[in-house]
């Protein structure tokens, strides 16, 4: 027998969803949006990137709520299956990139995601 027990929105927190953060400027002033990749719409703010990270909690927690009590279905984070691209570049722009990521001590996979966060 199927179990139809709705999660509650304290489960749906103990997910592993996807945090994106970035830099905005206002007034000359820098501060950080962390946005759940998942959750469109759900996203806070920071003066920096770990308080807008620390501050998104809260607004998962409101964001899932209210979906909840609305009957909507709550997205569920990304698999690591569906994380993952295949890419295909020519041979010259593979070498280059390795030297380089070489030249930066860094993996090829770690160089090209810094890469591409601020892309």
Not at 13 to 19: H, R
Not at 27 to 32: D, Q
Not at 84 to 110: C, D, F, V, Y
């Amino acid at each position: 027998m199927k179990n139809n027990k709705k999660q509650t929105v304290e489960e749906y927190l103990n997910l592993p969803y996807s945090f994106i953060v970035t830099p905005e400027e206002d007034s000359n002033k820098t501060y950080y949006v962390c946005r759940i990749a998942e959750l469109p719409g759900c996203l806070s703010h920071g003066k920096t990137p770990v308080e807008a990270q620390k501050n998104i909690k809260n607004a998962m927690y409101d964001w899932i709520e209210t979906a909840l009590i609305d009957g909507h279905e709550v997205p569920k984070p990304l698999t690591e299956s569906e994380k993952r691209i295949t890419l295909r570049i020519p041979g010259t722009l593979e070498t280059k990139i390795k030297l380089q990521a070489k030249n930066e001590n860094k993996s090829l996979n770690q160089f090209i995601v810094d890469k591409l966060r601020y892309a």
